[in-house]
């Protein structure tokens, strides 16, 4: 069975910066709460001529790139996101055709874990021997999404993309993956209107029901118990345990939820990355552009334990044990 393992690696932000202190000029918050609350002091935001699949295909375009290979080499686009530019097409044949690839090309949802999701049908394609060169984008502009009068879900959420490719390899990269879901709890973060249950009516538009809604603190208390659970049944499922862990990548929603997942694992701060500050919550893409951030700045080789750990509507979550098989970006 061929192993799979990620050869390259791409992100992109869009240029549009938003700052607490913007915020502050828009609903009645405060540069103060919003880092103290959530760590985030700025995010970027797509402009007017960008969406999910121009993020996804810049994103993609620089993964291609690092691994040295052409969209006409991948036998595999599977794209997660929770923001598609469309309920159809999909978002994976418009970032196909934004790149020039030929493969197939699919969607993958499951909210702020569907980065996590993508990748694991990615390694099942590559391990099955069914494709060997296959890319995994995770992209949001869930901005767009956001009820920019609501100031308990507005100042949280940023857009941007990032991009691994995997490809089949003679030594193990993805090492293994742990998903989960609870449709128990699929009212607790929601987008209402816009599909088949509830179409878009002039109505609905004008009770606002097209934007994101969430339960903050409900999503807080099952962020911190999710994640040290997934890990840890990720890792034992790998015969590894918390202290061969290099890198804790999570899905970043809140500083205040990483610092009480570090405490619970018992893993050593300088090892749970977070760039919150500077982008906050992007979903789908947060993991992918927190590897990018890492591996461009050198922080990653060859033979690393990394835990890419993610949660969000459905409930959803998942942890992905991978192992660098790369060695830092030139
Ligand atoms: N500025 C100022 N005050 C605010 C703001 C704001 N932006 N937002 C809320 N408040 C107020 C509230 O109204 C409340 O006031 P009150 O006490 O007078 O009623 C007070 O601040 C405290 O509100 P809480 O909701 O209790 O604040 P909390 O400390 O729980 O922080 C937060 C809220 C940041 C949303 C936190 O609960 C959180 O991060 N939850 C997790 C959210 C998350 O991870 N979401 C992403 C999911 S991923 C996906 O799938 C999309």
Redesign the pocket.
């Known amino acids: 069975m061929p192993y799979a393992t990620i050869t390259g690696v791409g992100a992109y932000l869009p240029k549009r910066v938003l700052t607490n202190r913007d915020l502050e000029a828009m609903?009645?918050?405060?540069d103060e709460?919003?880092i103290t609350?959530?760590g985030i002091r700025e995010r970027r935001i797509v402009d007017e001529a960008e969406s999910t699949s121009t993020l996804g295909a810049a994103a993609a375009r620089a993964a291609l790139k690092d691994a040295g290979l052409k969209a006409k080499d991948l036998d595999l686009l599977v794209v997660g996101t929770?923001s598609p530019d469309h309920i159809f097409p999909s978002t994976g044949a418009l970032i196909q055709r934004l790149i020039g690839a030929r493969c197939p090309a699919v969607d993958v949802m499951a909210?702020?874990t569907s980065f996590v999701y993508a990748l694991q049908h990615a390694t099942s394609a590559v391990e099955s021997g069914r494709a060997s060169r296959v890319l995994v984008v995770g992209a949001d502009a869930?901005t767009r999404y956001v009820d920019f009068t609501d100031?308990?879900t507005c100042?949280?959420f940023g857009d941007g993309a990032g991009a691994v490719v995997l490809e089949a390899a003679d030594e193990p990269g993805v090492l293994g993956i742990d998903l989960g879901t609870d449709g128990t709890g699929s009212d607790v973060?929601t987008i209402k209107a816009g599909g088949s249950a509830f179409p878009c009516t002039a109505e609905r538009l004008d009770g606002r029901e097209q934007y994101?809604r969430?339960s903050?603190?409900e999503?807080?208390k099952f962020?911190v118990r999710v994640i040290p659970e997934t890990t840890l049944r990720a890792l034992a499922a790998s015969n590894l345990s918390i202290d061969d862990v290099d890198w804790l990548v999570p899905?970043q929603?809140?500083q205040?939820?990483l610092d009480t997942v570090e405490q619970r694992l018992g893993i050593p701060h300088n090892r749970v990355f977070s760039n919150i500050a500077s982008v906050g919550?992007t979903?789908s893409a947060s993991i992918p552009l927190a590897l990018n951030d890492l591996y461009t700045d050198g922080q990653l080789h060859p033979g690393d334990i990394l835990v890419l750990v993610g949660?969000?509507?459905g409930l959803t979550w998942g942890a992905a044990i991978v192992r660098w098989t790369k060695g830092s970006a030139e």
């Open positions: 609903v009645d918050t405060s709460w919003i609350r959530t929770t909210a702020c869930l100031r308990t100042v949280l973060l994101l969430m903050g603190s999503v807080f962020a899905h929603a809140n205040r939820i919550n979903s949660f969000g509507a």
